[in-house]
C-alpha cells in the first residue's frame, strides 16, 4: 500500500507518494495558488495527488489515505482548518473539499506537527518516547511528539513554540505580541542581526562576503564570517546563540523531552551549531548535571520531514 | 482503606489521612528538621504517619501506601530525590529510608505536581482531560496533567513553568539564569514590586496600609490599594498582572491545556485577578477567538492540594 502526504506551503505545494517503509518514491510540486479560496487550494492538492498517483502507475486502490500538512491550526478530526494566517482561513474544511475531487481518506494536521512526527518515527528521533522538533526558518515551527504520538493540546493549537514570548520588549511578531522568541532566534532573526552586524562593522568579512550587496545575507552567511575568524561574525553567532538556547532551555523546563531536534536551513552548521549549543543548554537547565539531561540533535529528514510526517498522519491516529 | 498524603516543604511537614473519596479525616503537622539529613528527613516523615494513622485508630492493613510531594526533582519510579535545592538534597533514597521506618509502600513525586493531580481530580479542573496548575508563592510551582495523569517528562523533571525565561534580563534567579518568569510573577516578585512602588510615591494609600512599616508588604497590599482606588496600587497590579500573563500564554502557546488553574495566595483576590486577566491571555494567545480558548480557573483546594494530590500518587502510577 502508498500514501501520499502533502506539504502545503505559503509559496508551493510538495506532494509525495510514500511506501510502507515511510520513503518517498516519487515527488511532484507546483506553486501554491496566490491568495487563493480554499476550494481552490483543495481542488489544486486534490490533482496534485491524483497526477502523483497517476504517473507513477499506481492503482487508487493501493493508496490508503491523503494526509496534509498545512501551517496554522487545524481541527484534526474534522479535517478544518481553524485558523492560519499564511492563508487568511478561518474554519476551511480543506479534507471535505478535497474529497469532492477524490476519493480517498484525508487527514490534516499542522505542518510543524507533521515535521516533528517524521523525525520521531523515521528521523532522528527515532526510538525516543518524547521529543520537541524545532524548524529555524521565516519563523520557528515546533511539534511536540509524547508517547508517539503527536501532542495538540485540547483544542489542536498547542506546540506554538515560536510564540514564546522570551523578552519583555522587541519587535512585533506576525502574532502581535512582542517579544517572540521567533523574532529572535529564527532564520530571519539572525538575517536580521546580521545585517545590522556588517552595517556597524565595515572592516568585517561579511562585506567582503556580499561583494557590496547586503541584500545577499543570509542565514549562513554569519557562520561563513565566524568560521574565518572574523570578530563581527563570533560576536553575531554567539548572540544568536544565546537567543535559541534560551527558547531551548525554556521548552526543556517545561517538558523534559527525551531528544530536541533543530532543523530548517541554519542546522545545516552541523556540530559548529550543535556543540556550543549543547554547553549553553545544559548550563542552564533546570537541574543541570544532577538530572538526566534531553539530547540536542541535528534535524534528519530534511525538506522531506513535512510529506513524510503527512503521509503517517493516519497511521497514528 | 486509606492513604497517607504528606506535603514535604521547607518549613513545616503536613501529613494527611485521605479516604478513598480523595477528602482528609485528619490532617498532622511538625516543621521540617532545619538542615536535616535525607534519613532524618525521612524518619521523621515515618513518625508522622504513624502517629496519624495511630491518633485515628486506623490499622496499618488499612492504609494502602504513603504519597509525599517534594520540592525539585524525584525519579519516581524508584522514588528518590534526585535534586532539590530546597533540602539540598542530590540522590536522596527518600521512599526506601521512609519504608525501614513503616511496612506501607511509599511513592514520591513534585510537590506541585501533587497539587495539579489534585486539582485536576478534585479540584477546580475536575472532568478536564489536560490541565496545568500554577502556584503562585514564593517562587511559582508548575503541574501539568495530560489525559488524567501527571507528564513528568522523561526524567521526571518537567513542569518546571516558573523557570521559564520571559525576559532578556531581568534579577538573578535561584536557579542561576536571569529572566525567569518566577522573578516577575511570583508573590515574592510582587511584593518587590510593592515595596519599590510604596518608596517611590509617599502619597499612596499603601503607605498608609503599612502604617510606616514597608517590611508589613505582601501579595495583598498592592490588591487592597488598587482596590480603594490608589493609583500606584491600580499600576503595580497593572504591571504585575502583565508579567502574569506574559507567562501564561507561553504556556498556554505550548500546551493548550483545556483549564489553567491559579493557586497561592494571590488567587484569594478571585475576580477582581481572573477578569482583567482573562482578557489579557484571551487578547495574547496565538489563533485568539478563532480557535477554542484554555479556561483559567482558581484553585479550590488551598493548601490541602498538595496533601491530597501526594495521597493519589499511587492511583495514578
New interface residues.
Partial sequence: MYYVGIDLGGTKTAAGLVNEDGIIICKETKPTRKGGHYTEIAEDMAELASSLIRHNGVKIEQVRYIGIGCPG?SDCEKGTV??SSTFGF??APLAAEMQKHIDLPVFLDNDANCAALAESISGAAAG???SVTITLGTGIG?G?I?GGKI???????????G??????EGDECT???K?CWETFASATALIRLTKKGALANPESIINKLLEGDIGKIDGRTAFDAARRGDETGKRIVCEYMGYLS?GL???I??????VVVIGGGISNQGEYLLEPLRKLVGA?T???N?????EIRLARLGNDAGIIGASMLGKKK
Fill in positions: 491550526t481553524l485558523y478561518i474554519g525516543a518516547e518524547s515546533g511536540i509524547i501532542y495538540r493540546g485540547f483544542n489542536c493549537a498547542g506546540g506554538e513554540l510564540h514564546m514570548k522570551v523578552a519583555l502574532c502581535g505580541r517579544g534560551d532551555i525554556n521548552i523546563n517545561i517538558l523534559m523531552p527525551e542552564g533546570y537541574g543541570g544532577n538530572i538526566p539531561q534531553t
